[in-house]
């Protein structure tokens, strides 16, 4: 059974930067792709990042690209995701999630497996 739990976040100011991780039990870290989700409130969660284990591609939303980072440590089945110059509008709960679309192309938010961890609260004061 595939689990995850996400940690990192914190209330912060505008400008801020803050690392999340996510460590994954359950799965062979080689099969899956990795990917980073968020939840603002009255909003439907949304993908925002997808690293692919074996090309090492990687894929932002157009809102992060540029000031987010996603990476690995295959060691410790563990991702990561670099936040920097956070906004009010990153207010959110961040999740991870093992990804079935290996190469993270298209719409790879919507090929998930297993299910959600508790995630971890970023909240971004102005």
């Known amino acids: 059974q595939i689990q995850m739990v996400e940690s990192g976040g914190d209330l912060v100011q505008a400008g801020d930067s803050l690392r999340l991780s996510c460590t994954f039990s359950?799965?062979?870290?080689?099969?899956?792709?990795r990917g980073w989700f968020r939840q603002a409130p009255g909003k439907e969660r949304e993908g925002i990042s997808c690293?692919?284990?074996?090309?090492?591609?990687?894929v932002y939303q157009e809102s992060v690209e540029g000031r987010f980072t996603i990476s690995k440590d295959d060691a410790k089945n563990t991702i990561y995701l670099q936040m920097n110059n956070l906004k009010p509008e990153d207010t959110a709960m961040y999740y991870c999630?093992?990804?079935?679309?290996?190469?993270?192309?298209?719409?790879?938010?919507?090929?998930?497996?297993?299910?959600w961890g508790p995630g971890t609260q970023v909240t971004v004061s102005s």
């Open positions: 999630a093992a990804i079935t679309r290996l190469d993270c192309r298209g719409s790879w938010w919507d090929h998930r497996a297993g299910g």
């Open positions: 359950g799965i062979n870290a080689a099969d899956f792709a």
């Open positions: 690293l692919a284990f074996h090309s090492g591609n990687t």
